[in-house]
């Protein structure tokens, strides 16, 4: 069975958080982070309006991708605070083994109100989805890049025990028109069991 979101038992929770499926009615509640210039500089898309907001999120299969964090907050009701995209795909492979480098790998991005920054519930929320990829899904590699400006996203990264293991020089081109250099950051399935253990 190829590895899927679908499979998990949704919500997971951790010691503060609750996890689960991203669904067209967070829509609002993501924009409301999201269009903050501070979030904004870093993720992949940053439309200008609520209703290019929209269509982007709506965007075919998009959606399916972005695990929702819920916070609960002290009258009871939970808050949604940050996601996490979770992207299955493929490792690369010689032609006569390429079967085996199906499905193998997750790529992670993710974007958090920054009016929950400095509470470690990024690294709460990461952990957990990456748990979620080695020990429920059976991944073998846990990949994620950014921007070598983005300080918060290098220092998650580490936090969380992945490794760099790439710095490119002026390859990525930030929509302020400017090449900027980036990091790849990766861990294996081996060294999460190390690390746990």
Same mark, same amino acid.
């Given at each position: 069975m190829t590895p899927s979101l679908e499979q998990i038992q949704w919500p997971v929770r951790t010691e503060r958080l609750r996890l689960r499926r991203l669904t067209e009615q967070d829509l609002e509640a993501t924009w409301s982070y999201r269009k903050l210039p501070e979030v904004t500089q870093w993720i992949t898309a940053g439309p200008h309006d609520f209703e290019t907001y !929209? @269509?982007?999120?709506? =965007?075919s299969g998009k959606i399916d991708l972005d695990v929702a964090v819920e916070l609960q907050t002290p009258d009871g009701?939970? !808050?949604?605070?940050g996601t996490v995209m979770v992207y299955i795909k493929d490792a690369w492979g $010689?032609? =006569?083994?390429? =079967? $085996?480098?199906k499905s193998v790998e997750a790529e992670l991005g993710w974007s958090f109100d920054p009016q929950f920054a400095g509470q470690g519930y990024a690294s709460e929320a990461v952990l957990k989805v990456m748990e979620i990829c080695f020990e429920d899904l059976g991944l073998r590699r846990v990949v994620a890049e950014c921007f070598a400006a983005n300080k918060p996203?290098? /220092?998650? %990264?580490? !936090?969380v025990g992945m490794r760099r293991e790439a710095s490119e /020089?002026?390859?990525?081109?930030?929509?302020?028109?400017?090449? %900027?250099?980036? +990091? &790849? +950051?990766?861990?294996? &399935?081996? @060294?999460?069991?190390?690390? !746990?253990g």
């Open positions: !929209r @269509e982007q999120f709506l =965007e009701q939970l !808050r949604l605070i $010689q032609r =006569e083994i390429v =079967e $085996q480098t996203s290098v /220092k998650l %990264m580490e !936090r /020089k002026a390859n990525s081109l930030h929509r302020s028109g400017a090449w %900027m250099d980036s +990091y &790849a +950051y990766a861990l294996l &399935a081996d @060294e999460w069991s190390a690390h !746990r």
